[in-house]
């Protein structure tokens, strides 16, 4: 019994748990500015570490040790409590996520219904930014909270309706689940890729990336929503993007790829396979994240809102209608 | 502009620090939700150059000229030149005036380069930005092959230019311009076919072309409404009334067409540097000077990237200059950008204004202040009128 | 979409950086770096003194043994004063390194012949 406790507890703070998704999610950060970076032709981070691979936690070292300035005309406790929650919010919904097989199940969390904890729990941290933004009472910043709050109305119905597909296909709303459904019939994954392509656009606009990232739009409003943040609370606030970003590649890799199931790599144990498995998918998407933020502009807020309403949703609704088409002809 | 009504308007700065300026300037915005409603342009770079150069001689003052702008650098040489020249009464050599139309044409493509890049980046496109400005780095080197310095050519001097275009120089800048010519084709192909750039640029930012002369724009941004005005076309200079080219214009207004404009400028002049180097005259490349000036006023005009570049040289048989008056061609769009930014988003107002081009750094203006009694005021046109009419009426 | 076919080549083709101060390009001929002097050449008529527009350059004495003082930290490079020397005691250097944490003034004395 303590043996099993002691277990767990590694497992909730080191491996797949806190430190090594700080891990991961520091790990993407690089890859992401590698990729983006050398598709532009140019070096991106190269001095710190080899190839550069340090430059993400230097980033955050150098950040936890500036002066943190409130401004005073601020409201204190939104602006305290705006990292935490970030941070605590992301990092909760990537325990729903299954990366390893564990001791007793799949993910480090996971029951009936936890994918639309996870749904919910992505819409609070867009809530927490508005709030956060709201709180710094600086021009710029309230711009750019309004700005998050009418991108959220944008992307959510259709990032809702498409993350649901799997669940409708595999008959379960619990991700591990729909995890190794998916991950053993290829032809559910092959059905459910329209799906994944708008989902890819629709968490393109939650991480607010180009050509999406128009809360945190540099030209225009400084910094959008971060603007009065500095020091340790940035720290936390870029920290926390991070693990968002790590959050959407496996769980998009978990419900649209199969997660970590997959053909077993012989002369391996099963544990490292799966987790051989779910890096590779987790990093092609992580990857069609980055290119897509090299090929476009940045949208205007008005014109991001008519394209995700006219174009995802339809899409996404078709889906379903493609969806229950198979399921009722027997396909899938 | 009447000072803070109480209303549902709510203002929102722009500079005079800001990421989207690449230089200080203030423009308070009144927004209506996400429209702009009315701005308040305020140019606060003063630099005293003006002044400095009464007190230096004329070849000192080449070299202060050319450093009132890092991108146009050499257009400022050469109006100020050029109206050295005149009021001397002499003219350069013709192989200097190619030399001098060449090493112009290949600053003005540098500029437009930068600016494509510049604009990319206002709209957030940053690996358009990356491109352009790697290619970018085929001009400067050409230029840096014929002048010794990227920035601040130094090229031309009263009387003529200072170094010579060799064959193996000209064939250089030949291959150079293959090269560049291939890369456009490239970004043009972009510019006109990705989809959200084109939302972003299309129908933003509109000027009609009345309203573009009524407001005295110059430039690229009097020639994207279609109005066809050049000052190499109207009132040549140098060699450019032996060179045939086009100017481009084009009919809509918007950002779309600023951008289309300085791409066939381009293009324009890469044709323009290829029929010079091709019909280059023999002969020498300087003629000898007076170090003393005789006493003359005189205007001299020129054809810079961003609009027509005007100097007023006054001398007085000394040395040193009298007096040299500089308008540049961003202090004259300014009105029409305010007039472009009234009914736009909040997003717009970075590629709106950086669709005139702005070089602030130029932008000077004047104002009086009377310490004594602490008050400053700024004259509009009829005052300025009247108090010529006096000035010259003493004199 | 536009540019992913650009994007695409570039995914195998070397960075276009240059990694200085590891890497560096020399500059081409003709190249207007520091200055040097010539102390044989120089007669000292000061008309280089005249032409500077930035006054980088002083002329300590009068005449054929007159030494020069440059103040590096004020020297726009704009050769004016290799032009204007009527001996060409001047010449425009390669160096571009020049970059120093305190103003450097350089003394152009004549050394014993």
Redo the contacts between chains.
């Keep these: 019994m303590v043996w099993e406790s002691l277990i767990g507890l590694i497992e909730l703070l080191i491996f797949p748990g806190v430190f090594f998704i700080f891990w991961l999610a520091l790990t993407y950060e690089w890859i992401d500015r590698k990729f983006y970076?050398?598709?532009?032709?140019?070096?991106g981070p190269?001095h710190v570490g080899a190839k550069g691979f340090w430059q993400p936690l230097a980033d955050f070292i150098k950040l936890m040790v500036k002066e943190d300035i409130i401004p005073a005309a601020s409201d204190r406790l939104l602006f305290t409590l705006t990292p935490i929650f970030l941070l605590t919010l992301s990092l909760t919904a990537f325990f729903f996520v299954p990366i390893v097989p564990l001791l007793r199940d799949v993910a480090l969390a996971s029951f009936e219904g936890d994918l639309i904890l996870v749904i919910f729990l992505l819409t609070m941290i867009a809530v927490v930014k508005f709030l956060g933004a709201w709180g710094s009472t600086n021009?710029f910043g309230a711009?750019g909270g309004v700005r998050l709050a009418f991108q959220l109305l944008g992307y959510e119905i259709p990032l809702a309706i498409c993350l649901v597909s799997p669940a409708i296909v595999a008959g379960s709303l619990s991700i591990s689940i729909i995890a190794q459904y998916v991950g053993s019939n290829i032809i559910v994954a092959i059905a459910l890729l329209p799906a994944l392509a708008v989902s890819i656009v629709c968490f393109q606009a939650e991480l607010e990336r180009?050509?999406f990232?128009?809360p945190e739009?540099?030209?225009?409003?400084?910094a959008g929503w971060l603007t009065e943040f500095s020091g340790r609370r940035l720290a936390l606030i870029r920290l926390s993007i991070d693990v968002e970003l790590a959050l959407a590649s496996a769980l998009l890799a978990a419900l649209f790829l199969g997660g970590p199931y997959g053909p077993i790599i012989p002369f391996l144990p099963v544990q490292v396979s799966y987790f051989i498995w779910f890096i590779i998918k987790a990093t092609i998407i992580l990857l069609i994240f980055s290119?897509i933020r090299?090929?476009?502009?940045?949208?205007?807020?008005?014109?991001m809102v008519h394209f995700s309403w006219k174009n995802l949703t339809i899409i996404s609704l078709l889906e379903i209608v493609l969806i229950q088409a198979l399921l009722a002809g027997g396909v899938i | 502009m009447s000072e803070k009504e109480v209303g549902t308007a709510f203002e929102v700065p722009i500079g005079p620090q800001h990421p989207a300026l690449k230089e200080p300037i203030l423009l308070l915005f009144k927004v209506d939700g996400d429209i702009v409603v009315d701005v308040w342009p305020r140019i606060h770079t003063h630099r005293g150059i003006e002044k400095a150069t009464e007190s230096r001689n004329y070849i000192q003052n080449i070299y202060l000229c050319e450093r009132v702008c890092g991108i146009c650098s050499f257009i400022h040489t050469l109006v100020y030149t050029q109206g050295v020249e005149k009021l001397l009464d002499i003219e350069a050599p013709p192989r200097a005036q190619y030399i001098r139309v060449i090493v112009s044409e290949l600053e003005r493509i540098h500029s437009h380069t930068l600016w494509l890049g510049v604009a990319a980046h206002e709209l957030g496109f940053d690996t358009l930005f990356y491109y352009v400005w790697r290619d970018r780095e085929v001009v400067m080197d050409l230029l840096e092959l014929i002048s010794g310095n990227r920035v601040n050519y130094a090229i031309s001097t009263i009387g003529g230019v200072r170094r010579d275009i060799s064959p193996e120089v000209a064939d250089k800048i030949r291959k150079g311009l293959d090269i560049l010519e291939k890369r456009m084709d490239v970004y043009k192909g972009v510019v006109e076919k990705e989809p959200t750039l084109r939302e972003r640029v299309v129908g933003v930012g509109k000027l009609s072309p009345q309203d573009a002369i009524a407001l005295c724009a110059v430039g690229p941004t009097l020639r994207m409404t279609g109005v066809k005005r050049d000052v190499r076309a109207d009132d040549p200079y140098q060699a450019y009334d032996e060179i045939p080219f086009n100017v481009i214009t084009y009919p809509t207004g918007d950002v779309l067409s600023q951008i289309i404009v300085r791409v066939g400028e381009v293009y324009e002049s890469i044709n323009i540097i290829r029929y010079a180097l091709d019909h280059m005259p023999s002969g020498p490349i300087k003629v000898k000077v007076p170090w003393y000036i005789p006493p003359n006023e005189v205007i001299s005009r020129g054809e810079a990237p961003r609009g027509e570049l005007f100097y007023y040289l006054k001398s007085n048989g000394t040395e040193k200059p009298e007096r040299v008056k500089i308008r540049t061609p961003t202090l004259a769009n300014i009105p029409s950008v305010c007039k472009m930014l009234i009914g736009c988003h909040v997003a717009d107002i970075p590629i709106i204004f950086a669709g005139i081009d702005p070089c602030l750094s130029c932008t000077g203006r004047f104002a009086f202040i009377d310490e004594k009694k602490n008050k400053s005021w700024i004259w509009n046109n009829e005052e300025l009128k009247r108090y010529s009419l006096k000035w010259y009426g003493k004199a | 979409m536009a540019m992913e076919p650009e994007l695409a080549k570039h995914l195998f083709k070397k960075p276009i950086t240059l990694k200085y101060p590891f890497e560096k390009i020399s500059p081409p001929e003709g190249f207007r770096g520091k200055l040097s002097w010539d102390a044989d050449k120089c007669v000292g008529c000061g008309l280089c003194v005249t032409v500077c527009p930035s006054f980088a350059l002083e002329m300590i004495g009068k005449g054929p043994t007159a030494e020069f003082r440059y103040y590096l930290s004020r020297c726009v490079f704009c050769s004016q004063c290799v032009s204007t020397c009527p001996k060409d005691a001047l010449k425009m250097t390669n160096e571009y390194e020049l970059a120093d944490y305190k103003p450097v003034v350089i003394e152009f004395k004549r050394g014993k012949s």
Excluded: G, M
């Excluded at chain 1, 970076?37 to 070096?43: D, E, G």
């Excluded at chain 1, 090299?294 to 014109?303: P, V």
């Design positions: 970076a050398k598709l532009q032709n140019r070096y190269l021009i711009v180009i050509p990232d128009i739009a540099e030209q225009e409003i400084v290119n090299t090929l476009f502009a940045r949208l205007r807020i008005d014109q």
